[in-house]
């Protein structure tokens, strides 16, 4: 299957389980201060058995025409929606699993890699849903912290109306992999997945999503 038939699997998916909320006259703020007209829910991917035995098998898929063999040592899920994701996913891929908080506990071991020790380990870095990357990059920073060789970053869907995601990576050495991006949404949307006139909104949201925020009290910049 190409990457293009999965990703739209994928957003088959996301719609069917109602993860796509569009909201046409009360935005939802992002967690990075952003506004949007629409909010992916991925984790209600795994609240059914046979969508998430679907999901963690589209992603294996994924992994095996993306990457080499033995390219990877374990996952590491980012908490929290990540760690169900990462546990799927270890479990069709024989790989250890991890999993890393957003900071460490303050109590008992004071650990930010929870699940074993990462010293020396090829992790890749799991997690439901990239917007600007920050929780990435700041997962990627403790895994590397304890030792893990951290180059590739997993996520079911990528939201990406926001310019310089893939560069603010980037720069940190961290690849992102998307099962799911709007246009993969855009492409698997049949008029009983989403009203014309939520297509609508969505769209002048991705035409500028900067100037969309700004008018409806998000971040700008």
């Known amino acids: 299957m190409s990457d293009s038939d999965l990703g739209r699997r994928v957003a ?24 949007s007209p629409v909010y992916v829910d991925c984790r209600l991917l795994f609240g059914k058995a046979v969508v998430r035995r679907q999901v963690a098998a589209l992603a294996a898929e994924y ?10 040592d374990a996952v590491a899920g980012g908490e929290t929606a990540g760690i169900p994701f990462a546990a799927l996913l270890a479990e069709q ?3 250890d699993l991890r999993y890393v908080r957003k900071r460490p506990l303050g109590v008992g071991r004071n650990a930010q890699v929870e699940g074993g020790d990462v010293d020396g380990l090829r992790v890749l870095l799991i997690d439901d ?5 920050a929780s990435k990059l700041g997962f990627a920073r403790g895994l590397r912290a304890a030792g893990a060789i951290v180059e590739h970053a ?5 939201n990406n109306a926001f ?9 940190a050495q961290l690849k992102l992999h998307a099962l799911a991006t709007w246009a993969d ?3 698997a949307t049949p008029s009983d997945y989403l009203a014309a006139e939520d297509r609508t909104a969505v769209e002048q949201f991705l035409a500028d999503p900067v100037a969309w925020s700004m ?4 971040r700008g910049g």
């Not at 088959?12 to 506004?35: C, T």
């Not at 997993?154 to 990528?158: D, E, R, V, W």
């Not at 310019?163 to 720069?171: C, D, E, P, S």
């Not at 008018?215 to 998000?218: A, E, F, I, S």
């Open 12 to 35: 088959a998916l996301l719609f069917e389980s109602g993860a796509v909320h569009v909201s046409r006259r009360q935005p939802f703020m992002l967690a990075a201060g952003w506004a």
């Open 63 to 72: 992994c095996a025409a993306n990457f080499p063999p033995c390219s990877f």
């Open 93 to 95: 891929l024989g790989l």
């Open 129 to 133: 849903l990239t917007s600007d990357g």
């Open 154 to 158: 997993l996520t079911i869907f990528f």
């Open 163 to 171: 310019a310089g995601t893939l560069k603010r990576l980037g720069a």
């Open 185 to 187: 949404a855009l492409r």
């Open 215 to 218: 008018r409806h009290g998000g």
